[in-house]
DNA sequence: AAGCCGGGGGC
DNA sequence: GCCCCAGGCTT
């Protein structure tokens, strides 16, 4: 097993010499631009991350920077790339690193594993990155590539299975090149071991592969669970006045803090008839619907159903919590996919 | 331990 | 359609 292990190490690291794969962060130093590369990165394509890297970098070149600006700046210039809260941990935790450590990044695992958004892939990441500190990574590359190569069957979904690959990456972990390994193993699993069609017949480490002699290439990495999909129907009314807008910065189980139009959730969405229903309800009489338009968007565990109500008003309206704007301001603030998509077609 | 948090791309 | 992606937080 020792010398199996050693194979493996040492044929990682030989195989990332002869490969390229480039990425504005690849091969820094600066634990801030590491920091932010990974955040960015969670749960995220390095090709959907990319532009992101590059544009946080020019705005916030330094943590100060990123510290000072407003939170619905960062989220404006986060939109589009998901998982909201990670924008706002950057942002909290720019500021505690600013004032509570004089704008250095902490040294240590333990003190990079307790910032706000960083748990223990990313603290790895850092610490072996930026200051060659032996933690070894466990992305989904390497539970993939761990789980095909030694044969593990243990579901990674799972806490007892989560704790079955970091031990095993650790172990195979060398003290001494955990920079170097950590990035040849998630680059092996990105472009050689991949999820879909692997690159097997051509794979550096075909003849002692587990799965590929037992033919499992396709089965493993196990996952235990299966996420279900649930249903929700989102009426927006996209109330005008005078060529202005209303928007209201959302505060919901998802999506918080981008903002929406007017919104009401419904069992299913409202026909014209319902929508008058509503305007009744909060006060509005002399209204006019100018067109509908129905949009879905697909999250992880959610299909959102969406319709769009495009209704001029008469009247002034007196909304509490709404920022009245013009139509070109729209572009100033941070929206959800679906109603930025909405935007793009009907305006 | 389980559930929740987005959006995009491959097949 | 389904799965996965340089995961982490909350309950």
Redesign the pocket.
């Given at each position: 097993m020792i010398a199996k292990n050693k194979v493996f190490v040492s044929t990682l690291i030989e195989w990332s010499s002869t490969i390229i794969?480039d990425?504005p962060?690849?091969g820094i130093r600066n634990p801030y631009y590491i920091w932010l590369?990974?955040i960015i990165?969670?749960?995220?394509?390095?090709?959907?991350?990319r532009k992101y890297y590059e544009k946080f970098v020019e705005l916030f070149p330094t943590i100060s920077h990123l510290a000072n600006a407003k939170i619905d700046t960062i989220l404006k210039n986060w939109?589009?790339?998901?998982?909201?809260?990670?924008a706002r941990?950057l942002h909290e935790t720019a500021m505690y690193i600013t004032k509570e450590h004089q704008g250095v990044f902490p040294k240590t695992y333990v003190e990079i594993l307790n910032?706000?958004?960083?748990?223990?892939?990313?603290?790895a990441?850092i610490a072996s990155f930026a200051y060659d500190l032996p933690y070894a990574?466990v992305?989904?590359?390497v539970?993939?590539v761990l789980a095909r190569y030694f044969g593990i069957k243990e579901a990674f979904d799972?806490?007892?299975g989560k704790k079955t690959f970091e031990e095993s990456a650790q172990k195979l972990l060398p003290n001494d090149a955990a920079s170097k390994y950590?990035?040849a193993i998630?680059?092996f699993?990105?472009l050689v071991c991949?999820?879909?069609?692997p690159m097997c017949d051509t794979c550096p480490l075909g003849n002692s592969c587990y799965a590929y002699k037992k033919d499992e290439v396709n089965i493993l990495?196990y996952?235990?669970?299966?996420?279900?999909?649930?249903e929700r129907f989102f009426n927006y009314f996209v109330f005008t006045y005078k060529n202005k807008f209303y928007v209201q910065k959302r505060n919901?189980?998802?999506?918080?803090d981008?903002y929406q139009f007017y919104l009401i959730e419904s069992e299913k969405l409202f026909s014209e008839k319902e929508v008058a229903k509503e305007l009744k309800k909060i006060n509005i009489h002399d209204a006019s619907m100018i067109h509908t338009k129905d949009l879905t968007?697909?999250?992880?565990?959610?299909k959102i159903y969406a319709r769009f109500f495009y209704i001029e008003l008469a009247n002034k309206p007196l909304f509490d919590d709404f920022e009245e704007i013009s139509k070109s301001k729209l572009t100033n603030f941070a929206f959800?996919?679906?109603i930025n998509l909405y935007i793009q077609n009907n305006f």
């Open positions: 794969r990425m962060w690849k590369s990974e990165l969670q749960q995220t394509r390095v090709e959907q991350g939109e589009g790339l998901g998982y909201y809260s990670r941990n910032l706000k958004g960083v748990g223990k892939y990313t603290a990441a990574v992305d989904g590359n539970i993939r799972t806490s007892s950590n990035q998630m680059d699993g990105a991949k999820p879909a069609l990495p996952r235990a669970k299966k996420t279900k999909v649930e919901a189980e998802f999506w918080r981008l968007q697909k999250l992880s565990h959610r959800p996919r679906i």
